[in-house]
């Protein structure tokens, strides 16, 4: 019935304007509810077309949000090539034959040394092999000029001709003429320096080349004109330095001259009166400005002593008058290893690192002369006679005992049995024989002027002896073994005295001094502790233990005319006086410091 009265006339079948699906004749039950806003929205005539003929559109476009299009497109337009610039954040790769992240990636394999040999010579040639398999790839990547200069040749591969070697090839000058010593055609021998060496700037002009000649000849000039100051001590510019006021006291002497006045114990004999133990410190000698290696008391009055020290210098320094330093001796540029007094005192020998041996006056601070052959001296020594004051021992670094004559500067002898470098020398037997040390862990007796060992004493068990001193009865001699222990041995047939070992000190890695009282009643030596330990010679026990210094105690002297004086030297720059407790009140010319 409604259905018929829907549709009972003609003019019911007009459909309303904007109403193309007949939304409009729907019972009211059946239509869509929609909202205002849906209500205005149908308002709008096909929002998302242009308003251009299909029929002759020639461009479709749309919007990024777009989602439909309410076009159909032709299927010849949907198959057409990509046009206009390509989207770099887009998914797609930016080569078309791009099959990695980081490009075009091809399977090949390659020996290592093949894939170095090519890596160097596009570093160094600029050209590789390409080992792309496309067939449309170059062959070579890189200079293809270097390559074809070089005949596609890798750098392994790559050899000069002849006459390029020939030319490249440095040309040594002539070893010259023995015969000549300066000069042209010198003898130069395997020093021969090559051609060429010296550096040529090959962008100057002949002008620039002139005005750089001419201002290196006066560069030369200036430095000729302003040459460098000799180093102090150097050979041929040792001095002296003399710190008190005057040489001379108001009866003309000099400091040579022993102090009897302020020491009446000078003119005893050494060794005389019983000794014993020091145990406090009455005087401090300060100067040096480096470790000090070693000290020598003067020969038989012992009123003054040699300091020798890293610092390179010398110091002669009184003991008894006013406790100072009474010179000092510039004379070598390194450290100084050993000095020693001839027996009146008025010479003495140093040594030093620098490679040089030099002789000084004592009194006047002059250098007499200078010894050397090259190696470093570790010791020297006087020869103890009196008639041959002029002959001295030095033992070297290339395993050798050197017998010098000072009067002719010549080397008179050489001792060379030893394995290393010698460390000790020691006269006894009436000064007719001498007692070597060295590195390679042995002992060597000698006949004085003969150059043959005469004892040779080697253990397995031994360890190097850097130190030597004599008894005061001459009949032994103590060696400072570095396994920490001192042992004796005999002067007459340098056999081991078993019953007499020194141990408890720690001297492991330093050349500790060995001392002896005047009366041969203690024996003492230094420790790498600061230390110095006192032995009884008799029982072999220790007696007292002194902390003298806050480094190692590298070396000691006994005063030989008093009972109970000990100078120690240490590698903290210090030199200290040492006494017993009873007898710092008879001490009144030095003070604690």
Known sequence: MALVSSYSSDEDDVLAPGDIFGLSSLPASKKPRVNDAAKASQLEAAPDVLSEDPLHQTSLVTRPTDTQMNVNIKYDDMILPLQGPENPFGDRKRFLNQNAL???????????????????????????????????????????????????????????????????????????????????????????????????????????????????????????????????????????????????????????????????????????????????????????????????TFPETGHMFLSGSMDTKIKLWDIYTHGNCLRTFHGHVKAVKDVTFSNDGRQFLSCSYDRTIKLWDTETGQCIKRFGNGKIPYVVRFHPDQDKQHIFLAGMSDKKIIQYDMNTGDITQEYDQHLGPVNTITFVDENRRFVTTSDDKTIRAWDFDIPVVIKYIAEPHMHSMPAVTLHPSNRYFAAQSLDNQILVYSTDNFRQNRKKRFAGHSVAGYACQVGFSPDGKWISSGDGEGNVVFWDWKTGRIKSRLKAHSKVVITHEWLPHDTSKVITASWDGLIKLWVSVHLKLVCPSHTDN
């Open 102 to 296: 980081a490009g075009h990636v091809e399977e090949q394999s390659m020996t290592e040394h093949a894939f170095r040999s090519q890596h160097l010579t596009h570093a160094i040639l600029g050209y590789s092999a390409n080992p792309s398999i496309d067939p449309s790839a170059p062959a070579v990547l890189g200079s293809m000029e270097s390559a074809q200069t070089n005949g596609f040749s890798t750098i392994d591969t790559l050899r000069a001709t002849r006459s390029q070697r020939k030319e490249l090839k440095r040309k040594r000058k002539q070893k010259g003429d023995l015969d000549i010593v300066e000069g042209d055609g010198a003898y130069v021998g395997p020093w021969a320096t090559w051609q060429g060496d010296e550096p040529e700037n090959h962008f100057l002009t002949g002008v620039e080349v002139g005005e750089e000649e001419e201002e290196e000849e006066e560069e030369e000039e200036i430095v000729k004109t302003k040459k460098a100051k000799p180093k102090r001590g150097a050979p041929g510019q040792e001095t002296s330095v003399f710190h008190g006021k005057s040489m001379t006291d108001y009866q003309g002497r000099t400091y040579m001259s022993p102090p009897v006045a302020e020491a009446p114990n000078l003119l005893q004999e050494a060794g005389s009166q019983d000794c014993f133990i020091p145990k406090v410190c009455i005087h401090t000698w300060t100067g040096h400005t480096q470790g000090v290696s070693v000290i020598r």
